[in-house]
């Protein structure tokens, strides 16, 4: 029920200003044994720990979280789908990646799990009200992702390949410290 509300109604986010990497250690550090325990290798990579950006600290939570646990969901379906085929496990590494950097004013927090992919078709739609592949899903889940980013005036994309894995990028503007002056014409 609250993931219905949350999609019909505008997000209310509380933005202050956060650092953003510190935050994504610590959600990191609350998932990292569940991805380890289902033999999935976890690696973040900050080149940025300095950035300060406008954010909802919850928000920024769900948003990982909930990337997170689809791609958990994802590697999980590569790895059975590969026990069936009776194929070599062995040579399958699973990795779940998160990468963070600034560049040109924007904050960038790049999501990629080597899962089971998604055709194009679900790529189009994954960002729809009440779309899902998951025979428990509510269709929700992305919906809120892609709210919440646009709420912190961010903007999110996902590129996704058959097999080989899926990756979010999200980029998150970092606020300017010191505002400029527009010259007044005489």
């Known amino acids: 029920i609250m993931d219905f509300l949350f999609a019909v109604r505008p997000v209310n986010a ?18 990292r044994a569940e991805f380890n325990d289902n033999n999935i290798n976890v690696t973040l990579v900050e080149t ?7 954010i909802d600290e ?3 939570r769900d948003v990982i979280i909930n ?27 699973a990795e779940f990646v998160i990468k963070c950097f600034s560049k040109e004013n924007k904050y960038y927090i790049i999501v990629s799990d080597n899962g089971c992919g998604m055709k194009s078709e679900t790529v189009a739609k994954i960002f729809e009200p009440y779309f899902t592949t998951k025979a428990n899903g509510t269709g929700l889940g992305m919906t809120m992702v892609y709210k919440i980013i646009k709420e912190f005036g961010g903007d999110i994309q996902v590129r996704s390949f058959k097999d080989e894995g ?3 990028t ?3 503007p970092i606020p300017q ?9 005489t």
């Open 14 to 31: 509380n933005l202050q200003l956060k650092n953003p990497a510190i935050l994504i250690e610590k959600i990191v550090a609350f998932f």
């Open 48 to 54: 940025d720990k300095n950035s300060r950006l406008l």
């Open 58 to 60: 919850k928000l920024l």
């Open 67 to 93: 990337l997170s646990q689809n791609a958990l969901a994802a590697i999980k379906a590569k790895q059975e789908n590969l026990a069936e085929k009776a194929s070599n496990n062995e040579d399958y590494n």
């Open 166 to 168: 899926t990756i979010f």
């Open 170 to 172: 999200i980029s998150l």
């Open 177 to 185: 410290k010191e505002r400029r002056r527009l010259a007044c014409a």
